[in-house]
């Protein structure tokens, strides 16, 4: 297991986020890797993790989902991964005091290469499916909770996310993601951390 550090659209680290890239064996009866071990992720994050919910979505090509987060005291730390196919998975630093507050990341998960990433409370999180599905699946530290859910606008033109068009329609999305606010609305309810 591996991990490399994430930085933002301008060249900033955006702290506590990691890449995970999973070792994996392949031979003439097809692949064998080890998808999660609670000790090792541990000691690569220097954390004591406790994941209590894992989701799983199934998503077809231009289907965009986010940019989801929870608020404290139900923030979620999420453990992402594609098994399938490939998505373009952002996530937004909504951390007031960091450095890199309102500034964006992705990184392209694939089934093929088996990589993770890691996004700590604080951060907004969402992907766009760039290949024909994608079979999608995170652990999150907290339970879902609705009263604490919110979302940013995908298309907020303050955080300028540079989204990849590769298909006809764009994006696919939920009328909840649709309706997101801006970012410049999250900062003036409230809706943010410290």
């Known amino acids: 297991m591996k991990k490399r550090e994430l930085v933002s659209y301008k060249g900033n680290l955006l702290l506590g986020v990691l890449i995970i890239e999973q070792e994996y064996f ?12 609670k000790n090792k992720l541990n000691k690569l994050l220097s954390k004591d993790l406790d994941f209590v919910q894992d989701n799983i979505s199934i998503s077809h090509k231009d289907v965009l989902r986010g940019l989801h987060y929870q608020l404290d005291p139900h923030a979620q730390g999420k453990l992402v991964r594609c098994l399938e196919g490939i998505i373009f998975d952002v996530i937004v630093d909504l951390r007031c005091n960091s450095k890199t507050f309102g500034e964006w990341g992705f990184v392209e998960l694939t089934g093929d290469i088996k990589n993770q990433i890691w996004i700590p409370e604080g951060f907004a999180h969402g992907f766009l499916t760039i290949s024909d ?4 699946q995170y652990k999150t530290t907290k339970l879902w909770n609705k009263k604490y ?13 540079k989204w990849p068009k590769n298909g ?27």
Do not use: H, M
């Open 168 to 194: 006809e329609q764009f994006p696919i999305l939920s009328k909840k993601d649709s309706e997101s606010p801006t970012f410049k609305e999250i900062q003036i309810k409230g809706d943010i951390f410290p």
């Open 26 to 37: 392949k031979d003439n009866r097809g692949i064998f890797f080890e998808s999660w071990n």
């Open 133 to 136: 599905y994608a079979l999608v």
């Open 149 to 161: 859910e919110r979302s940013i606008s995908w298309k907020d033109k303050d955080i300028d996310i």
